[in-house]
């Protein structure tokens, strides 16, 4: 029986999804498993602790907390009298999403935005080339209005955030009744008076 068996079946089932997910994230099974073990564990835990639970060889856990320490997503412990490092997850989910988000940023949207704020310094020398640049720039500027809007998020206390995400349906029903009556009295403006 191994260490991994002795853990509640729900805790086996998040670090097997996890594990599956993780290629879907950019990330391999190895390390998604390994966050959710950590991400699940009331204490922080050595790479020896991990490995035993897990049953992978020291190499794959030793890459894979320094793939996870890499995107910020565990934090290094040190316990006094011990040698060994030991490493957690941070606990709050609002942290654990502003530090996915902001790595995410940084790794994927930062190169795309770079990489057409250099295209659309082009002049267009044809239709299609035209055309093209049009459509980067539609895609600039929606990129640059969800980094703006993000930036503002970031600023917020995670209580406030909670509140703002949860008033999402409240909000947009709000503006699809504004678009009504304002569409509303925008048709009867173009309407003839009798």
Same mark, same amino acid.
């Given at each position: 029986?191994?260490?991994?068996?002795?853990?509640?079946?729900?805790?086996?089932? %998040?670090?097997?999804?996890?594990?599956?997910?993780?290629?879907? $994230?950019?990330?391999?099974? +190895?390390?998604?498993?390994?966050?959710? #073990?950590?991400?699940?564990?009331?204490?922080?835990?050595? !790479? /020896?602790?991990?490995?035993? +639970? #897990?049953? *992978?060889?020291?190499?794959? &856990?030793?890459?894979?907390?320094? /793939?996870?320490?890499?995107?910020?997503?565990?934090?290094?412990?040190?316990?006094?009298?011990?040698?060994?490092?030991? *490493?957690?997850?941070?606990?709050? &989910? $609002?942290?654990? *999403?502003?530090?996915?988000?902001?790595?995410?940023?940084?790794?994927?949207v930062?190169p795309?935005?770079?990489?057409?704020?250099? !295209?659309?310094?082009? +002049?267009p020398? @044809?239709?299609?080339?035209?055309?093209?640049?049009?459509?980067?720039?539609?895609?600039?500027?929606?990129?640059?209005?969800?980094?703006?809007? %993000?930036? /503002?998020?970031?600023?917020?206390?995670?209580? @406030?955030?909670? =509140?703002?995400?949860?008033?999402?349906?409240?909000?947009?029903?709000? #503006?699809? %009744? =504004? /678009?009504?009556?304002?569409?509303?009295?925008?048709? !009867?403006?173009?309407?003839?008076?009798?």
């Amino acid at each position: 029986m191994s260490a991994m068996d002795t853990l509640p079946a729900v805790s086996r089932e %998040f670090i097997a999804h996890f594990g599956e997910m993780g290629s879907r $994230w950019g990330i391999n099974r +190895t390390v998604g498993q390994i966050y959710a #073990l950590l991400y699940l564990s009331p204490r922080a835990l050595s !790479a /020896e602790d991990i490995v035993e +639970t #897990l049953g *992978f060889s020291r190499s794959n &856990v030793s890459m894979g907390l320094k /793939e996870l320490q890499a995107w910020r997503l565990v934090r290094l412990r040190h316990q006094a009298g011990e040698r060994r490092e030991f *490493f957690e997850a941070p606990e709050d &989910v $609002w942290e654990i *999403f502003r530090v996915l988000a902001e790595e995410r940023r940084r790794r994927e949207v930062e190169p795309t935005l770079s990489m057409l704020r250099g !295209a659309l310094q082009e +002049t267009p020398g @044809t239709d299609q080339e035209r055309y093209a640049l049009d459509r980067m720039r539609a895609m600039y500027d929606l990129i640059s209005l969800l980094l703006g809007w %993000f930036d /503002e998020v970031q600023k917020l206390s995670p209580d @406030t955030a909670r =509140k703002l995400m949860g008033m999402g349906a409240l909000v947009s029903r709000a #503006l699809d %009744f =504004k /678009e009504r009556v304002g569409g509303g009295r925008a048709k !009867a403006a173009r309407r003839p008076s009798t």
